[in-house]
């Protein structure tokens, strides 16, 4: 196949969006220039269909998507003779198949979201070129009846010719045609009304036009009636409902125009009906496949907004309640058994969530996925919805028989209940979905209600979260330094480096605000990496400043390492090439890593500790005695330091001091020294604290009774008049 080319000369992209668009409008003039008549051919027929092609493919990419340009697009096809029946079916299957197949890829738009789009284009579709044949119709019919009435008129005062003439054009007319006079009785009706009304003639003519009432009709259907028959204006259109002898219905579009004498006198009244009843149950299904999900048959997220922005704009006191549900381990059903099962499964919970919600305004929707809502509206939502999410719970207990095997399905659920008129749809659902996370983090199974204040932290959180990459190349980052102190003479032996977050928003944050965020996302790799190279340059900026300290040896830096550092491949590498660049003895940095993500460890895991370890790089067992580790295992684990947790060490702070805890500390010391470890305690506040633990043997301690953490020019200061 040969290199599509433009009109200008240039190669198109045969993978480019101008290139897939020519292939959708050959596919589309292929199929409907058989059946349009027009004195074009078809490479013509083709480039007239390129740009209405092109605006339908811009609505369905369009960010606020709005399908009236689709209503147009069916319109131009009437204009250019496309007027066949079977060039509208042959135009919603060549949509239905391709324009998303070709056109829908790109961008944001999912596929999902692509379909639902491109069935409310064909809805609108149809509907355009339906409206644009209709008033083609009614034009040509309405002027034909016009000028056949004037024929009989004529006919009756002159030639018996003219008669033939109407009757054959009143005969033959493809819309239905009625006269009647001023009073309603029915006084001529053509062939295919009679049809359209059921085949008996006598049926129509035994009623007075005022008899057609229909429950679904418009209000102002009988309004303009009145005004016509008054002689107060000339015609009127809307579309009207009649019961048929069977009692089924026919929906036509109603044209009826009033018919006056010589003199300006309204005499009779002439009535064109089009058949619309197939056009319209096209319509409402088109419009079920728009707003319901093809897998459950419950309505969809387009359907369930629309409910929901209603019942948010009620008035007189109405309120609403939302439960939002997510399944809990439903992708582990389709990793097992394979998505055909889940499938199945998300139609039994579909059925099963249905019969909960039977109660006058309530209603049940799927959004995507394993996700699920659940509306009440009323005045006592406050209690129905607790009873509506409890129902649904209830339920999903009942084990769902699926591939020869029970199934227990289990689901979180937020709850949002309030007055309508207060927050909008989207605020709601963002504040269920919140709360939804929130009873998944607490088992499961359950629902839990709204919480303003927790909604609120979320979003905080969420904002933190996507504001760290971007902090981290602003340089918004810094490090405090907080001394470690010898408890026998009390001088500086170094520094724990401490990351601080410079929010241009919410001001200084500490590390618990941020470093959970940047675990989770695993920013806390480069981000660990840079506190590192940072710490390391600030500890031999320090050794310059004074080579040795009262002890003997250099100043000291301890930086903190997460779980997921202790993971990541880089973690050797990364460290020797932070020394080597600074200049920095590995003897001089001390990695910190919690008890708790030791606690069962590997071989692999600790082989990275290992080699660091064996290079001179000090490991230091933070928290120690908050992970209930096994104290046999510190003889397999490279650590040469354990810093003991403040809480064995809190009730130091006073005389005299808990002799329990004076025992603990005295033994987890004694045990340290016989493995040739050094004891480091955090969080002294007072001097009876320090000069307790100093008594007990501990090495070296931090805390405020020191110094808080500080900037780097601080350590300088303490270290500064250790020396002297």
């Known amino acids: 196949m040969s290199t599509p080319i433009q009109s200008d000369g240039q190669l198109l992209d045969p993978d480019g969006p101008e290139s897939r668009l020519r292939r959708f409008a050959t596919i589309w003039s292929r199929a409907i220039f058989p059946v349009t008549a027009t004195s074009l051919t078809r490479p013509e027929f083709e480039r007239h269909l390129l740009p209405l092609a092109r605006r339908l493919i811009e609505a369905l990419h369009r960010r606020h998507f709005d399908p009236a340009p689709a209503h147009e697009i069916g319109a131009g096809l009437v204009g250019v003779h496309c007027t066949d029946p079977d060039a509208l079916s042959r135009t919603l299957g060549v949509v239905d198949s391709y324009l998303v197949l070709y056109c829908g ?6 596929a999902e979201e692509a379909r639902a789009r491109c069935a409310r284009l064909q809805h609108a579709l149809a509907a355009g070129f339906a409206q644009a044949l209709r008033e083609r119709t009614l034009r040509e019919q309405e002027a034909i009846a016009r000028s056949a009435l004037s024929a009989r008129s004529a006919a009756e005062e002159a030639l018996h010719t003219t008669e033939a003439r109407f009757r054959a054009i009143f005969e033959g007319a493809a819309v239905g045609i009625g006269i009647a006079d001023l009073e309603g009785r029915v006084l001529e009706v053509n062939e295919t009304l009679t049809r359209m009304f059921g085949g008996v003639e006598g049926q129509i003519r035994s009623r007075n036009v005022s008899e057609w009432v229909h429950p679904e009709d418009a209000p102002q259907v009988w309004k303009l009636y009145e005004e016509l028959v008054r002689g107060e204006r000339d015609h009127y259109r809307v579309e009207k409902p009649y019961y048929r002898g069977d009692g089924t219905v026919l929906w036509t579009n109603l044209t009826v125009s009033l018919l006056r004498d010589a003199e300006g006198r309204p005499q009779y009244q002439l009535a ?53 549900l997510d399944l809990d381990g439903f992708k582990a059903v389709n990793d097992s058994l394979g998505h055909s099962a889940g499938d199945r499964l998300l139609v039994e919970v579909a059925d099963r969530l249905q019969s909960c919600a039977t109660g006058p305004g309530e209603m049940v929707a799927r959004l995507g996925g394993d996700e699920f809502v659940a509306l009440t509206t009323g ?94 190349e602003r340089g918004e980052f810094f490090i405090e330094y907080q001394p470690l102190v010898h408890l026998v003479d009390g001088s500086v032996h170094g520094a724990e480096a401490l990351v601080r977050w410079s929010h241009p928003q919410h001001g200084v944050l500490g590390p618990d605000r941020f470093i959970p965020l940047a675990e989770h996302t695993g920013l806390i790799v480069p981000l660990g990496r840079w506190v590192m190279a940072e710490s390391v340059r600030q500890a031999r900026f320090w050794q310059e400043l004074h080579p040795g300290s009262r002890a003997g040896g250099p100043l000291r830096i301890n930086v903190n390492l997460s779980p997921t550092q202790l993971h990541h491949p880089g973690l050797v590498a990364d460290t020797v090439e932070v020394l080597e660049r600074s200049g920095l003895e590995p003897g001089a940095l001390c990695l910190e890593v919690t008890e708790s993500a030791l606690i069962g460890a590997d071989d692999d895991l600790l082989k990275p500790l290992r080699q660091l370890a064996d290079m001179g790089v000090d490991i230091a067992l933070d928290d120690f005695g908050t992970g209930y580790s096994n104290l046999a295992n ?6 040469s330091v354990l810093k003991l947790d403040r809480s064995f060490t809190q009730s130091m702070q006073q005389h005299p001091a808990d002799p329990v805890d004076i025992k603990i500390v005295e033994g987890i010391v004694s045990l340290a020294h016989s493995l040739q470890l050094a004891v480091t305690v955090e969080g002294v506040e007072t001097g009876a604290q320090a000069e307790q633990l100093r008594e007990l043997g501990c090495d070296t301690a931090q805390g405020w009774y020191y110094a808080r953490p500080g900037a780097p020019d601080r350590i300088h200061s303490l270290a500064l008049t250790d020396a002297v």
């Open 105 to 110: 890829t790109g961008g944001e738009l999912r």
């Open 272 to 324: 064109l009906l089009e058949d619309t009843t197939e056009r319209r149950l096209l319509n409402l299904r088109l419009r079920y496949e728009a707003t319901h999900d093809a897998l459950t048959g419950l309505p969809n997220r387009t359907l369930f907004f629309e409910r929901l922005d209603k019942a948010l704009a009620a008035g007189d006191g109405r309120r609403f309640g939302l439960c939002y």
């Open 379 to 472: 005045t006592d939502t406050l209690r129905e919805v607790d009873e509506l999410a409890s129902r649904i719970l209830n339920v999903l207990s009942a084990p769902i028989r699926l591939e020869g095997r029970e199934l227990t399905v289990r689901g979180s659920i937020g709850v949002v209940e309030g007055p309508a008129g207060e927050r909008g749809a989207a605020e709601v659902l963002r504040s269920a979905d919140i709360t939804m996370y929130r009873a998944k983090a607490a088992g499961g199974n359950r629902f839990e209600r709204a919480d303003p204040e927790a909604d609120a932290r979320a979003i905080t959180r969420h904002g933190l979260t996507n504001a760290l990459p971007a902090a981290l």
């Open 634 to 639: 510190l003889r397999r684990l490279p650590v």
